[in-house]
């Protein structure tokens, strides 16, 4: 059996059709959700040889210590905190082997997984329900997300308001293109989602105030 906690929110749903559709029996937990298998996320991971962890990883203090050794799967979009989870739960449940993945959700079905994080057990699965594996070590995943997920949510963060005050007579057509795309992606983000991509270290390297004066200053001294 094939646990999923989070199965109600996008990924997990996503995961939940994705396994069902290959006649995978799944175990489910969400606190939002209304169609739960088990009562607990402890159940699911008693239950299941292999659990995807799509909720926050906070809640990781819920999950007791299994009796048998199950293998979790950390699905946050920065791995970096992934990581950090499996440093500070590690020794608390010492049966759970901890693995380290990002589903793209792209075209491609790729999911990146962390070099030296993800047990072959779970790469199996990860292919036997259409994902296709990608390695990468934890910091080349993270300066991507911060490229392709972070520096996208960092300028809705600091446009997007901007540009909705900006009277509609006054936008250019790249300010109206701009506005569009800003607000089509704001609204697929939780607050959850945020706090996670929001918080990747390689964002602050991306947006480091010493590259963004090297552009300015490019075109400043232009003669």
Known sequence: MIGIVGSAGDLGSQLLNRMQERGIEVATFDA??????HKSVG????????????????ALNLLGSPAERRQLVLHSSVMHLSYDALVNHGQRLPKVGFNIVHCLM????????????????????????GLNVRPKTIHEHDK???LTQGAAMVLCELLLG??????EEDLTPSGEWLLKVLEERAMNWTDATKNSVLRNPELS??????????????????A
Do not use: M
């Open 144 to 146: 991507n997300a911060a």
């Open 43 to 58: 159940d699911v991971v008693a239950d299941s040889e292999i659990t995807h962890w799509c909720a926050p990883l906070d």
């Open 32 to 37: 939002w959700g209304s169609n739960n298998s």
């Open 162 to 167: 901007e540009l909705q005050g900006v009277h």
């Open 205 to 222: 390297q991306l947006f480091a105030s010493k590259r963004i004066e090297e552009i300015f200053q490019r075109y400043l001294n232009v």
């Open 106 to 129: 792209n075209r491609h079905d790729t999911v990146n997984a962390a070099t030296g994080h993800v047990s072959e057990a779970v790469k199996t699965h990860l292919g036997q329900i």
